[in-house]
Structures are given as C-alpha cells and as structure tokens.
C-alpha cells in the first residue's frame, strides 16, 4: 500500500479541490481527510457515512483539592503557564497541555491526567473507495493526533477493501498537523500558488518533508495570476530539486465545483482538466519509481 499527501504551506491555494479531482482520476483510492479543523473534502465528495465514533485526545490536568496544600511544585514544573497556586492550585484547562509534569512531581498526588473528547472520526462509502474524515470539537487542541487516528483507520479501510492507494488531503502550515499528515508516506504533492506568502511558505513546508526523506513533486494553481512569481516559485522549487508537474491556469470552475458539492473533473472543465491529468500520471509514475 502506498500514501500520497497532498499539502499546502499556505490555506487557500486550492489544496483540497486539487485533492478531490485527483480522488476521481487515480480512483479506485483510500480517502483520507487529515485537515481535522477544517475537514472540507466531505463536502465535495459525495458520500454516505457507515460509522461515527467520539475520540479522545490528549489529557487535562485535574486537582483533587482535598489532598492539595499548596506546595507549588506543580505550578513550577507546568511550562504553559496553566497553574497557578495561591492556597492551593488552580487550573487553567484551556492553557493546559497534557503533558502529565504537574502530576508528576506532586508530593500529595492531588492531581491527574483526566482524558478528554477531541473530536468525531467518521467512516464513509464513496464511488471511488472508501473515505476516512474527522471533526474537531470547537476549541479543541489538533496535536496531531487525531490526524493520525485519520490516517490509521485510513490505512484499515484501504486494507479491507484491497486498494492499493491511500490519498491524504493535508493540512495547511507546517505545525504537527502537518507532521502528521506527511510523515511516513511515500510522496508528498506541494501545492503552491504565484504570491509572496506562497513562494515563502513553501520552503517551510519543504523544509519539513526533508526533514522525514519524503520525495516531493510541486502543481502551481492559478499559475497565469502573476507570471513575474510563478517565474520566482518555479526557480525556488528547481533549486530544491522539486519538480513542477503541472501548472494549472485559474479556473472558476473550481470554485463552481465546491458550490455544487462535486469535483472540477466531474464539471468536465478543459481549462484544468489537462494539467490535473498531468498531475495523476505524475503521482502514478512517481510511486511506480519508488516501488521498483
């Protein structure tokens, strides 16, 4: 089985509608939806959910005042600033971490780690295989580990089903989402924009996928928006050895796309419909590379 994730070092650069038409051109495939607070592939692939089930994230440090006398141990050990003792310790669960320190060296054992609901992880059917999505809960921390819940039960779904190929719809950024997101698969698609922000981020973002060995190839969206930075992007990526496999002109169509609740491949634009193929036979051909 191999894993494809598609990422973005900047949200808005088209990142998830890329995903959905590439779910339509390389099906049969594993859905994976790993952009946990914002999980938009559902709404552009039509789906009927099998299974939904709660899951927890990390721990919150709660006190049992009773055994509590206010040594302050606690409260110098947290590294979030989320205890403070006066008579005895107070909690800030919005600021706790989880991490367990303040449990840890508290002489009285008055405080523990309590579990917590991080958010919903949903199993679905589609046409073109099976798909894996999750919900955070409002104000809920995204470590990371509900995205690799995501891609765990992902990769279940794939083996049952006997497909051979898992597409990951990353997260945007470079925090431990995207970690998640990207660490042990076997290519990553960088999804990039003509701007300032965008020709900046991408190198944070592939900074990253150095850093886990993952190969990496690029696709400029909206590339004929700014020819003088798609000048400067397709430079940078060809000093990091990044090839550009397709460049894909703006099309409104994307756009009509999510309005419609489908993917731009089943809208039969030819603006993009080109450039999205090139992308697929790309991907096939990279991860034939790589099996050989």
Not at 47 to 75: D, F, K, T
Not at 95 to 102: K, L, V, Y
Not at 218 to 236: G, H, M, P, T, Y
Not at 270 to 287: D, H, M, Y
């Amino acid at each position: 089985m191999q894993q494809v994730s598609i990422v973005s070092g900047k949200g808005g650069v088209g990142k998830t509608s890329i995903c959905a038409a590439l779910v339509h051109l390389l099906a049969p495939v594993c859905i994976v939806d790993g952009d946990v607070d914002a999980s938009d592939l559902p709404l552009v692939i039509p789906h009927q959910v099998l299974s939904q089930e709660r899951v927890r994230g990390n721990g919150v440090a709660r006190l049992n005042p009773i055994l509590c006398y206010g040594c302050g141990a606690c409260e110098r050990a947290c590294r979030f600033d989320a205890i403070s003792v006066a008579r005895i310790a107070e909690i800030d669960e919005t600021a706790c971490e989880g991490c367990g320190a303040c449990a840890l060296v508290c002489p009285a054992h008055a405080l523990a780690l309590e579990p917590r609901e991080q958010g919903t992880v949903y199993q679905a059917e589609t046409t073109f295989g099976p798909m894996c999505y999750a919900r955070l809960d409002p104000g809920a921390e995204n470590s990371g580990k509900l995205v690799s819940e995501v891609r765990a039960r992902g990769r279940r779904l794939a083996e049952q089903a006997g497909i051979d190929l898992v597409l990951i719809d990353g997260p945007p950024g470079v925090g431990c989402p995207t970690t998640a997101a990207i660490s042990g698969t076997d290519l990553v698609v960088a999804v990039c924009e003509p701007s300032v922000t965008s020709v900046h981020d991408v190198h944070r973002l592939l900074d990253l996928v150095e850093h886990f060995d993952v190969p990496a190839i690029a696709v400029i969206n909206k590339a004929d928006i700014d020819s003088d930075q798609a000048r400067i992007l397709r430079s940078e990526l060809d000093a990091r050895m990044v090839g550009v496999v397709a460049n894909l002109p703006y099309a409104p169509a994307m756009t009509e796309a999510q309005i419609r609740g489908t993917d731009v491949i089943d809208l039969g634009d030819i603006s993009v419909g080109p450039g999205l193929e090139a992308l697929a036979s790309a991907i096939t051909r990279e991860l034939r590379t790589a099996s050989v």
